[in-house]
């Protein structure tokens, strides 16, 4: 049987995976929670990494080596960047971008990930795929295939959120899933990022994340959970 990996950057967004699960092991590495039992009939490991690209990393790599998953979902919400993508929509990635790494100024293309000499690291058809259809479970939920933009910024300014949305042609921003999939993409492990839109990502979104941020994770929840069940029945 396969073994899953879900990382979520906040409690918020995993808590309520963790509490579903049973057989349950805990494990603190380099201050990140993991939790390693069976949801849904998966073997899986479920780990709450806290919010941006070095924590998010950490755990990534952690996770690998230490529970070897053979594929690794981030859950979480995100900052909108497009007009077609309101609160509590979905978007599940066909890759990623770190729209904070940035050597344009020698040269380098805004975003080229050194070595890989990409910029946006694709995510695997397949699991797409798989993760579109379980979404289907959300009933009137717009559901959008694309790319995911990442940094280490909340964006909350049309400035900002126009350069990472023109500059990438990313629908949604959020602080972990490039480094998840960077990490992912140098181990040979199949990843994906599922994201609830919480806000805007415009001089709003820090009152709409608040006001929000429970009704997108409730979306996100159901489609892993519904991923999962897809998955058991294999
Ligand atoms: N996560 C949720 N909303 C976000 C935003 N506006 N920017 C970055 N990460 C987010």
Request: aromatic share 6%.
């Amino acid at each position: 049987m396969k073994r899953i990996g879900i990382i979520g950057a906040m409690d918020i967004e995993v808590k309520e995976l963790i509490s579903s699960m049973v057989d349950i092991k805990k494990e603190t590495i380099s201050s990140i929670d993991f939790y390693e039992g069976k949801l849904e009939g998966n073997n899986v490991v479920v780990a709450e990494c806290g919010i941006g690209k070095v924590y998010a990393a950490v755990c990534a790599q952690t996770m690998i080596l230490k529970y070897e998953p053979d594929l690794v979902i981030n859950t979480g919400v995100a900052g909108s960047l497009s007009i077609d993508l309101d609160i509590a929509d979905i978007v599940i990635s066909d890759g990623v971008v770190q729209h904070d790494y940035d050597a344009s100024p020698i040269g380098i293309p805004a975003g080229m990930i050194s070595e890989i000499n990409l910029i946006k690291l694709p995510c695997n058809e397949e699991l797409v795929k798989k993760l579109v259809k379980a979404a289907e479970i959300l009933k009137e939920t717009n559901i959008a295939v694309g790319t995911i933009a990442s940094g280490d910024q909340f964006i909350c300014s049309k400035e900002k959120k126009d350069y990472i949305a023109n500059t990438f042609d990313a629908l949604c921003t959020e602080m972990e899933g490039a480094a998840i999939g960077h990490v992912c993409y140098i181990n040979n492990v199949d990843f994906c990022i599922i994201r609830a839109i919480s806000d805007r990502a415009d001089g709003a979104a820090h009152m709409d994340f608040d006001t929000f941020v429970e009704i997108a994770v409730e979306k996100t929840i159901m489609l892993v959970n519904n991923f999962l069940k897809q998955e058991s029945a294999l």
